[in-house]
């Protein structure tokens, strides 16, 4: 009896995915991520189509171009989101800055304590005001739909030494992009920014181009920085890697309320994806990188603190060089202090 309900239950099921699949959609969407189906990203997009096709009734359908098949970087795809030719997009605030250069406001180090403060953040109004920004900078054509994570924090991890405080960064080569922001980061802390690109990289270990990178630890792990001689990490954690999720405007807003409801709850789902995936695979990258040898180090309160101390002149900075930085350093801090308000609040409750 069991077994025939079962059966029952499983073509009704296939059956009715046939239908759905047969049923032609009445809005296309097509999403694309320049990165690989072992990233966060596309954990993130697999979840969105999943949702948004099923909600929809099949009325949405989601294309995914995992790669470069539709844009190969920030820049090219962006303009692609606003020419219509691309309709979601997920970058970087490094990839995004040369757009929307106040979106680096992310990169800024040692605003946000954890995950539990990132994630209230960036589920807020926080990521409305970016949106309003760059609506506005982009004349209504590229919106920005949520912020989630793309590879935990970032860390400090070197050649040469522990660093336990700023001190210990003095005089090393530290790989940075081309880009302003962590350059200052870099030289705040005593140590010499040098740009590499990113495929150049395990080379540069390997012959002391560079002797220091700015990553988390799955992407450390996942290009197998260690074997170039990397074997230090310290768990500074002194940036949020956010990832920014774009949409054509027009083709968001050409959609029945409804429709925009359930891309919207999408989002949402996609959000939450990306903030669990990093969480579930650091487990096993740190678990690699000890087992290696690796010397992994955290910080105490103090030397933390410390960090931060080191960093001041870079938001002074960014609220000096950066269009519209102030505002969005403004904005990130009002939205800090209160997430770790509602936060302290419910972890004290919880105690009780």
């Known amino acids: ?25 009445d809005f296309k969407l097509r999403a694309t991520a320049n990165s690989n189906e072992n990233d966060e990203d596309y954990d993130g997009l697999v979840v969105f189509k999943n949702y948004v096709e099923a909600a ?7 294309e995914l171009f995992i790669g470069t098949q539709l844009c190969s970087n920030g820049a090219e795809c962006l303009q692609g989101v606003a020419d219509g030719g691309v309709d979601i997009y997920i970058s970087t605030s490094g990839g995004a800055s040369g757009i929307f250069p106040y979106v680096q406001v992310l990169d800024l180090p040692y605003l946000m304590a954890d995950d539990r403060i990132a994630e209230h953040v960036l ?19 590229v919106r920005l739909m949520t912020i989630g994570n793309t590879g935990g924090w970032r860390n400090f991890a070197n050649t040469k030494r522990r660093i336990a405080e700023p001190a210990d960064m003095e005089g090393l080569k ?10 200052e980061l870099v030289k ?16 540069s270990f390997q012959t002391g181009v560079v002797e220091g990178s700015k990553n988390g630890i799955t992407d450390i792990m996942g290009m197998k920085f260690p074997d170039a001689g990397l074997q230090y990490v310290t768990l500074d954690g002194h940036a949020y890697m956010g990832a920014l999720w774009w949409m054509s405007n027009e083709t968001f807003m050409s ?16 959000q939450q994806a990306t903030f669990a995936s990093p969480k579930r695979k650091s487990i096993a990258a740190y678990e690699e990188f000890v087992a290696g040898g690796g010397d992994l180090y955290v910080p105490s309160p103090e030397q933390k603190a410390d960090f931060k101390a080191a960093a001041a002149p870079v938001y002074d900075w960014f609220k000096a060089n950066v269009a519209n930085g102030e505002a969005a350093f403004d904005a990130l801090n009002v939205a800090v202090a209160a997430a770790e308000a509602d936060v302290n609040a419910a972890r004290d409750a919880d105690l009780n």
Request: glycine share 6%; net charge negative.
């Open 255 to 270: 959609m029945p309320e409804d429709m925009r409801r359930v891309v919207v709850d999408g989002f949402y789902a996609l």
């Open 56 to 62: 929809s009734n099949g009325a949405i359908e989601v």
């Open 1 to 25: 009896m069991l077994k025939n309900t079962l059966k029952t239950l499983a073509l009704s099921a296939l059956l009715a995915g046939t239908a759905l699949s047969a049923t032609a959609a």
């Open 123 to 141: 589920s807020g109004d926080f990521v409305r005001t970016l949106r309003d920004m760059a609506l506005a900078d982009s004349g209504d054509t």
């Open 188 to 203: 705040a802390m005593g140590a010499s920014p040098t740009p590499i690109p990113w495929p150049e990289l395990f080379t």
């Open 174 to 183: 530290i790989r940075t992009v081309v880009a302003d922001l962590p350059q």
